[in-house]
């Protein structure tokens, strides 16, 4: 079936960077998206951005514009995020999930991975 | 501030329907036809539940069903069971700079 596994919490402290990991199977990877989105405790969804697994092209989110970078390695079916210069409210659950290309919608999503960020 | 806008709450008892509005500009919901709604249980990921204003993936009951006038799209939940209690977020395109807006989530109460 369908599923995308990500990587597991991380504890943080600011001024670091994390790298999250979603392994993706039961579809053809480079046929999607993938979009990154977080949710900070007890907030509603903030999205990222999204990658094409296809080409890499990539669209971030504004505010994390510098701050952000997400790619694909197609020969293993995994998508990474990488946030830098992590700060207090980064602290949230970051979810990644299959974004339909050109229908803009997420149909597939994974568990999320908690990420805290704390001195 | 969340760029489209839904009611923090809405509730129905088992078996009513209930309403949840999400309401944005010509530049997201009323300019084009790819709103989607997402289904969110406490500690659990989101679930798509309606793409594309109003389709429902296979495997959603057809309780559940989507519409949009103008600015503001709408997910209707038909015969209310107490599964459905949780928080609901829609979702707009926005054009080629922002491809994906969230409303800010509205929770639903089965009572």
């Known amino acids: 079936q369908v599923q995308l596994v990500q990587s597991g919490a991380e504890v943080k402290k600011p001024g670091a960077s994390v790298k999250v990991s979603c392994k993706a199977s039961g579809y053809t990877f480079t046929s999607y998206g993938i979009s990154w989105v977080r949710q900070a405790p007890g907030q509603g969804l903030e999205w990222m951005g999204w990658?094409?697994?296809?080409?890499?092209?990539?669209n971030y989110a504004q505010k994390l514009q510098g701050r952000v970078t997400m790619t694909t390695d197609t020969s293993t079916s995994t998508a990474y995020m990488e946030l830098r210069s992590l700060r207090s409210d980064d602290t949230a659950v970051y979810y990644c999930a299959r974004y339909r290309l050109l229908a803009y919608y997420m149909d597939v999503w994974g568990k999320g991975t908690t990420v805290t960020v704390s001195s | 501030q969340s760029a489209l806008t839904q009611p923090p709450s809405a509730s129905g008892s088992p078996g009513q329907s209930v309403t949840i509005s999400c309401t944005g500009t010509s530049s997201d919901v009323g300019g084009y036809n790819y709103v989607s709604w997402y289904q969110q249980h406490p500690g659990k990921a989101p679930k798509l539940m309606i793409y594309e204003v109003s389709k429902r993936p296979s495997g959603v009951p057809d309780r559940f069903s989507g519409s949009k006038s103008g600015n503001t799209a709408s997910l209707t939940v038909s015969g209310l069971q107490a599964e459905d209690e949780a928080d609901y977020y829609c979702c707009s395109y926005a054009g080629s700079n922002i491809p994906v807006v969230f409303g800010g989530g509205t929770k639903l109460t089965v009572l």
């Open positions: 990658i094409s697994a296809y080409n890499g092209n990539t």
